[in-house]
């Protein structure tokens, strides 16, 4: 475990210490998916016990409640997660430039907002949709005008309000061995080595877990998040080709 990683885990027990001892709930900033996976590796060590939420299902970025064992038993209510939904549309659609992520998060960065204060951006029938806390949430409100040279608005959404259905490319694979290395080389179209390689440095996390063993098999509704091409969720293994190769079928989420 590296100094960030230590440091983090110091934090995750801070939270779950603080949850416990006063019998209520604490919450983390919004953790990206190798901070999460590190708190899942911690689960049964902390003083208390959590739940994640981003602001929708499957959302990537989430928040950790830490809940005392007095708040579980004795609260007749969930916990309300500080999660706030800003939509940005644009001044005038016919002159907008076709912003992308990057776009996005570099002008909310600009603003001053640090990363762990807000979580996914979806972008959704001609809108964008921003995750953030209560100190990132006003600065967007109060401050942001503009995207690249496109003018925005940007209001709150209630977030019981905000209703999301993804979208998928449905596409299906060749591989020789039910394995993590060969099912990344068909998707990514890499070599086997250049497979493993990517395993090796991180950035593969298979329902929230970062996951580097090459030999890991693949199961049907496994969520695949691979860094720098996208997320994907196995669909079905219909069978073997007369070559004897697997059939894979995944939706990528557009």
Known sequence: MDKNDSLLVNRFHDLAYRADVTGSVTFSNFLNLNEISVLSEEK??????????GGFSNAERQIACFQSDAFSLYSNQKPVFPIHCIELSYANKKYAEALTHR?????????????????????????????ALQTARDLILSDLYKIRHTQIRANEVPLEDFSYEPSYKEETVQIASNRLDAFIAAVC??????????????????????????NTKINIDDV??????????????????????????????Q
Do not use: C, W
């Open 44 to 53: 049964n060590r902390l003083e208390a016990s959590y739940e994640l939420f």
């Open 103 to 131: 776009d996005v998060l570099g002008s909310l960065m600009n603003l001053g907002i640090e990363r762990d204060l807000l979580g996914d951006i979806i972008f959704y029938k001609d809108n964008i949709y921003v995750f």
């Open 189 to 214: 179209k890499y070599s086997r080595q250049k497979a493993s390689e990517y395993i090796l440095s991180e950035k593969v996390f298979i329902n929230g877990k970062l996951t580097t063993n090459h």
């Open 224 to 253: 695949i998040s691979l860094r720098g091409f996208g997320k994907l969720r196995i669909e079905s293994m219909p069978g073997m080709t007369k070559k004897g190769k697997m059939r894979v079928s995944y939706l990528l989420y």
